[in-house]
Structures are given as C-alpha cells and as structure tokens.
C-alpha cells in the first residue's frame, strides 16, 4: 500500500449544491466548464465549497498518490444517455458531440475531479441503488485504512431523471462533498473537525423484507450495523430514515419504530424522539445530504441516517458532530483502539470560510 | 492475513455459456466480432463480440418486481455457475428450511461492477417500449439482484470505474475479506450491449472496423464484447472449514491508482499503471529487485489491459517491458473483445484458469506485432511454469487497477 493506514478520520469540509438556481460560471468559473454535464459541475462545486471549508492545505498537505475520491451516482448520466440515444436513433452516431461523448461513462462524472485537484491515490464511482453516496463514504475510508491514501473527497451527485422516464417524479438533482483527513492532521494545520462519520451497508433481500419476519430481519441488520460502528446502546441516538414505500423501506422504518416491534426497535437502543422520515429520491443523494446537515448539529449527539432501496440495499451512516469527539464513529472496534486522542479543535480553525476561495491543486483552466 | 482464495467461476461470454467454454475457447483462438441486430444502431461501425442468441438466458423479465436488463440477467447466470462451482447453496427465502453448514448469510457479500449496467433497457423505453410499471429503475442494479437471488446480506456494491470497473470489485472484495467484514464475496462484473456506449466510442473514432487488435501495428482501435464473469472470493479459513472442492487460486495483490491526466487518454510515461503494477506485485510477494520475477516460482504470465487503441497498447507495453521483461502475454481482448466493466473479471476469470490448468492457452492471431510494443504474444498453447498472473485493467478517467493472482497452496 502506499502508507500506513489511517484511522480516526475526521470532515474537515462540507460542500453542498442545490440544482435550482446552480450557475456554473458563479460555482466554478466562466471558463472551462460549459460543456460538462451538470452532475458534473454540481459535484466540482461542491467539492470546491468543502475544501474552501476545510483549508488551502487540507490536500496539499500529502502528495497526490495520497489523496483518493469517491462519489455516489445513480442518475447522473440517465438524461444525458437519454439525449444521446435521441441523436443516434433520430440522425446517427455522427452527430454526437465528441466534447460529451465520453460521458456515457459514468465514472466520468467524478472523473474531472481528480485532474483539477491531483488526485492520484484512487477515483471510485459507485452506482449500488440509494446507498452509493453512503457508499462512497464507506469505501473510501476503507481505501484509506487499508494505506490507499491519506486523504478523501467523496461525496454524491445527480441529475434529474428525463421527463417520462420511471422515477422522474422523484428526480434528486444537486450535489454534496466531504473532504476527510486524520484528525491530528486536522489539528495540526489548525482546521476545525466538524464531526466524523461512518458507514456500514448491508443488504436485506427483498423477499425477506416481504415476509412477516421482514422488521425483525430488517432491526437485526442495522443493530449488526451500529455495533459494527462502535455505537454505544445506551447512547441517545437521533434518526434520520431516508426511505420509499417498498417492502424493503417498510421493513426498515418498521424496525426504527418502538410500536411496530413492542420496544425491541434496535434492540432497545435509546433513540432521542421519534425518527425523523425523509422520502426516499430517485438517486443517491439525499442520504447524504442528511449526513452534511447532521455533522452541522450541535456537538455531541450522535446521529444516525438509514437508507435503503427497493432493491435491497440498505446503509446506516453514524455522524458524531463536532469537535470534542468522545466515540469515534466508523472505525470498526480493532482500529479505534489504535486512534488517537482526539483533542479539541484548536480556536480560531475557521469552519465557515467562503466559497469563492481560488481552486487548490488546480492544474489545468480548460477542457481539453 | 488470511488469505483470499477463489473457489468458485462462473461466465456468460462471446464462447457461450459457462466456464468449460470459455477454457475451450481460449484454446480454440478462433473469434470475429458480428454486427448488432439493432436496426436503430446508427453508426459506422456496429460491430461487437456478442453472446450467442442461443445462450442468451431468456429471464427473469423481473425480480421482486424490478424489470432486468440483459447485464442483470447475464450477471444472474454466471453468478450461478460460480455459486454452484464453489458449492455454496443459496440462503432460504423465508418459511424454508435452512441447510446445515451453510455461510451465514450476513457475512456473504456481492461486488459487482459493470460499466453500462442495465441501460439496455432504458434504451428500449426510450424508443418506444413501454416501463412494466412506474417504478423507478436505477440503471446499476446487477449486485443488488444477485443479493436477492442469493439471499446475501452483507455489504452489495456496484463499483462503476468504467473499464476497470470488476477489476476494483475484485479487489474491494478482498478488501472485505481481510478487514473482516465477510467470509464469502461474490464478485465480478458484467456488461451488454448498450447502443448509446457504442455509438460515443464510434463518435470518438475509437472503434477498429475489422477486429480486436491489442498490440497489433494495424490495430485501430477496440472492439466491445459482452458477457459475465463471476468469481467466488472466499476467506481461506471458511474455505478450510466447509472443505472447498477446488480453489482455483489466490488473489494475492492488488494495485491502485488514478492518472489525473485527461478524461479519455492514458498519461503517456504509465507512471500511474506502473504504480499499480508495482504495488500489486510487491503486496503477493512476487515482485523481483527489477520487477516482476519471471518464472518458476514468479510471475508466469500477464493478462494485459491492451484494447487495440493507438497510445493504451504502447504505454501499458513500455511499462511491462520495464517491469516484467520477456513474461508473456495473453489477451482476453483479443478473444471476445472489450468487455468494459466486466473485462477486469473476464481477465481474472482467465488468470484463475491459467493457474488451475497451468497452461497458457494460444493467442488469437491479430497480425504483425506493432514493434513499439515489445511484449511477447505467444502463438501457442505452453506449460505455464509461474507461481502468479498478473492482471491489468484501466478506465477512462485515467481509473488504474493491478490485481496478482497466485497459485493455489498446495
């Protein structure tokens, strides 16, 4: 691998994208963006807002074989494709534009990423159903404790599904980054910890989701998953459920609800309230977006989002907001016992710096 | 660490159904690419590697009320094939009877990866056939019906790093392995016909018109194929314990990294491939002071990324040349083409059975070697006398993966 490995990652950087009212020339510049679909730019502006957050340094401080990316997608490249296929159908392959060409890939989406920022540690593109943003959070810190790199950008991104196609209903557009460090990296370049997060996914089979054991097969799984993220049951935990109306959705807020399974919701687990329900999208986002605005709760609290699709998928993410953080979130047991103390953010580590602060690492101005 | 083995294969290719056939065909080196039978595929060059019609598994149409697309159903058949090579029985639905002995089903995962997913069919909603309902359909369901067909309850991933999409499967399933999050991972990849994935790589003037030509001086560019390739990656402590028939070999190094260059061309030193490589190679053990150790006990032979585009072929052959001298070579593509996000897997499917065979099946013939890459194709079947294979897979993107496959312990 390329180094030892990291534990006790912390986010340093949140950046957020809303689809309605994006410019692109005012997220990202006038110049060299026109021709990049949209899920693209959203996720390069908000990687740009989150390392704006996190500091000049926070990926210069490592080479660039030290710094990994991840980003979650499932719809990111469905309208292009669709606008794509219109032209090959209607008047042939010719009349493709080569600039967007290369785009049927869905890994391009992330792609730009690594060029503007160095970034040559690892690129992943997840596309698992709902839970790829959690996702790329997941393997991404497990690129890194297994010596991949030393630092992460990951995040999701989508675009709106074409009118007509299945889901367009429920069409997610917008994109979130976090930038991950270690936190005496953090502490050390004076940035502020905002709190770490970890993911676990399973996947609970739609036919046993169905099936009148479904909640308990479904409470089961996320009580494996909290425990696997070092959560403590007697810790009040607030939840956030990001879910549809499948069997599989149904299973799981059955399992988050205290009624449903007479007091065994996750396994007698002190929740703080009822957990709050989010619908479910047709992508990956917002499950992470709930994440981004959980880490800016007040310290402490430790907070869960859960998600699953129809499909099966399903992922919990445990957010331990702020900087004085007493229960690593994340880690699996062996490798919070190797982390460090955690020590409080130095004062003055500015969190809330601008967004129009000039692009680090950035190599090139246009496409090529 | 406990080691990561392979104890299952399974495949759905250009040679047909199954891994039998995929072996003979790789003897056989008799393969041409045909034209799609898509009357809406408007482009110069139409021409693919396809799965023959008659081994085209004819459904599911749908699972737990998801319609499939052909990459969901091909990966459903050689996840299958490579469930029942490994003797694993699948997890009871409920109300039936758990089987004694089985892996417990939280502890069994799926990676696997596919470039296109299951865009075939929104292209078919797209001109005119109608959705079986208004459900929403994320294109990149492949892991996720296989979860559901298996009954697997850990960690279901789709990695979608383009061409070296099922490469990165592979190793983040042996990641799950050694941090302990499962015992069994199935993974692979697989990829289908996609008529708006053709018609970019024709627009990009990146398709050869004749046939998939790695490392040839006429070469003009790559060919697609499709198909499945479906590994079961397997912790040898539960190997050990369920006494496994056969392990094909172990996955014994991987290697990643990004070029950060430019969206579609290699970086042209392979500084980042080499990188890959290097790390692959050290990671199992079999790398030399030089390189990669050629040889009894070394590395045996490489299964290269060479698509048959004009800059990939030279820049992975300068590398190889570099670090692995005089090791031959065999190319998946040139057999049944570029398979996209499932060539990683198709190509760890051939190193798996290489070594379990130990014999390097022939080349297909491409014509006169282009002599900017100096990496030895043999014509002929050989004794395979290497104790590790390596595997490269790369991606628009500049996405690198290196994986090392050893011999099984005797």
Known sequence: MNSEPVVGLVVTGIGTVDADGFDFRTALGRHGYKYLPAASQYFLAAAKRALAQAGPDALEAVGPEQRGAAVGTNSAAVALHHRMDRTVTETGAGDLSPVTAPYFSINLFGSRLATEHDLKGFNLTLTSPRVAGLEALQTGQRALASGRARRLLAGATEEALPEGEPGAGLSEAGAVALVLEPEPAARSRGAAALGRVGVRSFFLPPKAAASAEGAEHAAALLRDALDALGHRPDRPLAVTAVLDGSPVGAAMAAALDEKALGGRALGGRALVGQPERVPAGAGALEPVARVAAALGAPEGHPHAVVTAAAEGNAAVCLITPGARLDAPAGADASAVAEAPAIPEAPAGADASAGSEQPMSGRRRGSDR | MDDVLVTGLGALSPLGAGVDAFWRGMHKADTAPTRVPDPLARMDHPL????????????PEEQDGLPLGRGSRFALAAAREAVADAGLTVVPGPGERPEAGGPDPRRVAVALSSGMGDTDLHEGWWTGEAPASGRWAPPFPLASVVG????????????????????????????LIRSGEADVVIAGGAEAYSRVALACFNRLGAIDPERCRPFAVER???????????????SAAHARARGVRTVYGRLAGTGWSCDAYHATAPEPSGEQIERAMREALREAGAEAESGGESGSGGLGFVIPHGTGTALNDVVESRVLDALTPGTPLYSVKALIGHTGGAAGAFAALAAGLVLHHRTLPPNVPVGEPDPECAVPLPSGSAPMTGAY??????????NNISLVFGEAAA
Not at chain 2, 220 to 234: C, P, S
């Open chain 2, 220 to 234: 003009r560019g790559t060919v697609f194929g499709e198909g499945a390739a479906v590994l079961v990656l397997e």
């Open chain 2, 389 to 398: 294979g390596l595997v490269n897979a790369y991606a628009f993107g500049g």
């Open chain 2, 48 to 59: 693919m590697y396809l799965v023959p019609e008659a081994d085209v598994p004819d459904g």
């Open chain 2, 148 to 175: 559901g067909w298996f009954g697997a309850q850990g960690v279901n991933t789709c990695v979608s790093n383009a061409c070296a999409a099922s490469g990165y499967a592979l190793s983040v399933g042996a990641d």
